[in-house]
Each structure stands twice: as C-alpha cells, then as structure tokens.
C-alpha cells in the first residue's frame, strides 16, 4: 500500500503512543454520538475511565462543539451540519472534512451512507462506506477527495488546518483549483484515500481496544 504522507503526520502527531488516553477519548465519542445524541464529558469519561481533565489534552480538543449545556455535541463526527452527510442506523449526522467520512465508518463500527457535494461545482456525490467491505456505491465514480499536505498541520488548530481544506470533487479536473492553493495536497481517488488513510481509523482501533487481562 502506498504510505500517505498525510495519513503518517496525523498519527505520528495526533495519535502517537504517548497519547492513548486522548485518542481513546476521542473515538469513544464517536461511537456515542454515533448514536445521534449529544453527550455529557462525565459520560464520556466514564465510558472510557478516564478522568475528566484528559479530555482537555486529546487529539483536537480545541476544536469540540460543545451545546449550550456543555454537552459535546461534535467531535471529528458531528450533530451539526457540514457539507458531508453521514446516516448512520437513521441518524442524521455529519463529518468536518470528506477523510473522516472514510475513516469513521471502521472506527465507529458501523457502516455509514454518504452524501457531499463537489466542491467546485456542487455536483451531487453519494456512496456507502462499510467497516469491512470498504467503499462502495460511488456516484460519480469519477469522484476523488482533496488531502491537505502535512506541512498545513496546526496541532492547536485541528479542524482549520486539516479539516477544512478537505473536500469532495467531483472529477480531478474539477479539483485543480485546489491543488494549485495546496500544492503540497493530495487530490486521491476516493478507494485509494480509503486505503492510504486506513492507518489512522487503525490507530484509534489500537487506542480504543480494551486492554488483555494477560
């Protein structure tokens, strides 16, 4: 498999070894609010048995959309709208950048119906992405996804740097413009971005995992 400089730098940075504690906190909010409602940090720390400061120090945490009750209502994966629309089990909700709808799907355990728009010329785009199978469905199969290079990385601005600049196109040629504001991007065909960005869902796999008695 081709290594995607992107892909390394996020794990390397976000999600290295020393930061398990953040990056399980992380991924266990996005199974929880895959289940479609917002949820309170205590629960969340609970849930993982954590304590409840940690969460200040994981992977993105300047970036959590927090309600009115300081419930957490988005974190990588969303209760409020984005351009990428993410069903998962009749919930409605929604990634910060068109990577997390590839990546979330193995992290949260569930497949997820996907809906965009290209970014360049709104063209409707759609397809499925399953935990075990992969991609499939793509509408149009021309569609490719835009991958910021690792230089853009702001470990303190997570979602400005890195998610942002993630979009959905329709066709390459659609994705120029782009790629000549990025030019150290990547603009991936969306089975390839799946497969080159696989390491990162895997690490969040690796934090998340409950530890063996022996």
Same mark, same amino acid.
């Given at each position: 498999?081709?290594?995607?400089?992107?892909?390394?730098?996020?794990?390397?940075?976000?999600?290295?070894?020393?930061?398990?504690?953040?990056?399980?906190?992380?991924?266990?909010?996005?199974?929880?609010?895959?289940?479609?409602?917002?949820?309170?940090?205590?629960?969340?720390?609970?849930?993982?048995?954590?304590?409840?400061?940690?969460?200040?120090?994981?992977?993105?945490?300047?970036?959590?959309?927090?309600?009115?009750?300081?419930?957490?209502?988005?974190?990588?994966?969303?209760?409020?709208?984005?351009?990428?629309?993410?069903?998962?089990?009749?919930?409605?909700?929604?990634?910060?950048?068109?990577?997390?709808?590839?990546?979330?799907?193995?992290?949260?355990?569930?497949?997820?119906?996907?809906?965009?728009?290209?970014?360049?010329?709104?063209?409707?785009?759609?397809?499925?992405?399953?935990?075990?199978?992969?991609?499939?469905?793509?509408?149009?199969?021309?569609?490719?996804?835009?991958?910021?290079?690792?230089?853009?990385?702001?470990?303190?601005?997570?979602?400005?740097?890195?998610?942002?600049?993630?979009?959905?196109?329709?066709?390459? !040629? /659609?994705? &120029?413009?782009? +790629?000549? @504001?990025?030019? %150290?991007?990547? #603009? *991936?065909? !969306? /089975?390839? &971005?799946?497969? +080159?960005? @696989?390491?990162? %869902?895997?690490? #969040? *796999?690796?934090?998340?995992?409950?530890?063996?008695?022996?």
């Amino acid at each position: 498999m081709t290594t995607n400089p992107f892909a390394t730098t996020i794990v390397d940075t976000l999600f290295d070894s020393t930061a398990n504690a953040g990056t399980n906190l992380m991924g266990i909010a996005m199974r929880l609010l895959a289940a479609g409602e917002p949820i309170t940090i205590e629960q969340l720390a609970a849930a993982v048995g954590a304590d409840v400061a940690d969460v200040e120090n994981a992977p993105a945490a300047a970036d959590i959309e927090y309600d009115d009750q300081h419930r957490i209502l988005g974190w990588g994966l969303t209760l409020n709208p984005t351009p990428h629309r993410f069903a998962v089990d009749g919930h409605q909700l929604y990634t910060w950048c068109a990577a997390d709808t590839l990546l979330f799907p193995a992290i949260i355990g569930r497949p997820a119906t996907v809906e965009s728009n290209c970014a360049a010329t709104g063209t409707t785009i759609a397809l499925t992405v399953d935990p075990a199978s992969g991609v499939r469905g793509l509408d149009p199969a021309t569609t490719v996804i835009s991958v910021p290079g690792p230089d853009e990385l702001d470990p303190t601005r997570v979602r400005a740097t890195t998610c942002n600049p993630g979009h959905y196109f329709a066709t390459a !040629v /659609a994705a &120029a413009d782009w +790629q000549g @504001r990025h030019p %150290s991007g990547l #603009v *991936l065909p !969306v /089975a390839d &971005a799946y497969a +080159q960005l @696989r390491p990162i %869902s895997d690490r #969040v *796999l690796i934090a998340t995992e409950p530890p063996r008695c022996c």
